[in-house]
T-cell receptor, first 114, second 116 residues
């Protein structure tokens, strides 16, 4: 069985400061891990994905995430937050078990202060 | 626009009524997934199709829910005798399997259902 825990339900940062969103996963297989972003009234957009290649993954809009198997973590970071980063972020796990269904965390709401 | 589309975007209905949602996937994608997202939660898997075959249904999908993908292209999700607990965002995603090792899914904008 696969599951994801997002450790923060809400993160507030000042514009220009770093962003850290924490995620721990549980999986019976070698999972694929993703971060998706959801802006208000918009669809889910893939930020980045880990698929057993490099453990440090770079995504769109300056985001990156590091896969740490020993810690079962996949934290998302960005060096400098922008006002447009205000959104809901989901950490997602998928197992290569045929259905490839996605299991989402509960989400982290990011607010960016001017 | 060649992304995943969903119709309607919003649906308000009264308890006990039936509703049907439609999803049009990216044209070459053979897999289609339905998820449900309730307020303050992440999306949860409901069911998925490969071509026209429905291969898995979640326990969340009660007998009042039915999904079809008759020609392996668009899909419909019907909810019969709606209940207030069915109020949620219904998301559709599509993918091409097995193009890659992780089966990237592309999401539509969702249909927001409100049951009064």
């Amino acid at each position: 069985a696969q599951s994801v825990t997002q450790l923060d339900s809400h993160v507030s940062v000042s514009e220009g400061t770093p962003v850290l969103l924490r995620c721990n996963y549980s999986s019976s297989y070698s999972p694929s891990l993703f971060w998706y972003v959801q802006h208000p009234n918009k669809g889910l957009q893939l930020l980045l994905k880990y698929t057993s290649a490099a453990t440090l993954v770079k995504g769109i809009n300056g985001f990156e995430a590091e896969f740490k198997k020993s810690e079962t973590s996949f934290h998302l970071t960005k060096p400098s937050a922008h006002m447009s980063d205000a959104a809901e972020y989901f950490c997602v796990v998928s197992e290569p078990s045929g259905d490839y269904k996605l299991s989402f965390g509960a989400g982290t709401t990011v607010t960016v202060r001017a | 626009d060649t992304g995943v589309s969903q119709d309607p975007r919003h649906k308000i209905t009264k308890r006990g009524q039936n509703v049907t949602f439609r999803c049009d996937p990216i044209s070459e994608h053979n897999r289609l997934y339905w998820y449900r997202q309730t307020l303050g939660q992440g999306p949860e898997f409901l069911t998925y199709f490969q071509n026209e075959a429905q291969l898995e249904k979640s326990r969340l999908l009660s007998d009042r829910f039915s999904a079809e993908r008759p020609k392996g292209s668009f899909s419909t999700l019907e909810i019969q005798r709606t209940e207030q607990g069915d109020s949620a965002m219904y998301l559709c995603a599509s993918s091409f399997f097995p193009r890659d090792s992780y089966n990237e899914q592309f999401f539509g904008p969702g249909t927001r259902l409100t049951v009064l």
